[in-house]
C-alpha cells in the first residue's frame, strides 16, 4: 500500500521485483532455487481516517495468516517529506508478516527503497540528485585484525573484513 503522492514508489518496488525474478531465483542449471515474488497493488488509504487504516492493517494481516500473502508493505504518505524524528508511521515503511526468518523480500525492500526516498526527496526539493549521491554514501566500517610487532617488523592480524553495518 504506497500511500505516497501518486504512489510513486510502487514503480521502484516493482522494477525492482521483476529484476528479482528474472535473473534471482534460478540457479545456473535453470532450477528455481529461490522464491518469486508476485506484488498485489492495495489502494491508498486516507491516513487521516485511522479506523479505516487499521482495518486495511487488520484484512490484509487476516490474509497473511490465512496464507494467501506473505507480507504487506505500507509506506506511509509523508515518507518523501524531509526526514524528521516523530513522524510516525507517516514517515514510515512497514513491512508486516508472520514470516519473519524468510528475509528474501524484506532485504529486497531495505536494498531499493531507500535510496529511492532519497532520490525523490532529493528532487522534491529542487536538488540533482546524481550530484550529490556520492556525499550520500555511508562510508564502511570493517572488522580489522590488531597490529602486532614481530621481530620489528608491524603486522596486522589477519580478519575476514566483516563489515558491521
Known amino acids: ?26 540457479d545456473d542449471s535453470g532450477r528455481q532455487v529461490r522464491g518469486k515474488f508476485v506484488l498485489e497493488p492495495v ?14 492493517r487488520l484484512s ?27 513522524g510516525g508511521d507517516a514517515t514510515a515503511i512497514r513491512y508486516s508478516t508472520n514470516r519473519p526468518t524468510y528475509q528474501d523480500f524484506l532485504s529486497l525492500l531495505q536494498r531499493v527503497l531507500p535510496a529511492a526516498v532519497i532520490e525523490k526527496r532529493i528532487a522534491n526539493s529542487g536538488a540533482e ?3 550529490l549521491r556520492e556525499f550520500l554514501r555511508s562510508p564502511s566500517v570493517t ?5 602486532e610487532s614481530n621481530n620489528g617488523s608491524i603486522k596486522y592480524q589477519s580478519q575476514s573484513g566483516r563489515s558491521l553495518i
Not at 521485483?17 to 528474472?22: A, G
Not at 572488522?143 to 597490529?147: K, M, N
Open 43 to 56: 489502494a491508498p488509504i486516507d491516513w487521516r481516517d485511522s479506523a479505516a487504516l487499521d482495518n486495511e
Open 143 to 147: 572488522e580489522c585484525g590488531l597490529a
Open 1 to 26: 500500500m504506497d500511500c505516497t503522492p501518486g504512489e510513486s514508489l510502487y514503480g521502484t518496488i516493482a522494477d525492482a521485483v521483476r529484476k528479482h525474478n528474472d535473473r534471482d531465483i534460478r
Open 129 to 131: 540528485y546524481q550530484k
Open 60 to 86: 490484509l494481516s487476516d490474509r497473511v495468516r490465512g496464507g494467501h500473502l506473505l507480507a504487506f508493505v505500507e509506506i506511509g504518505p509523508d515518507v518523501l517529506s524531509p526526514a524528521k524524528s516523530g
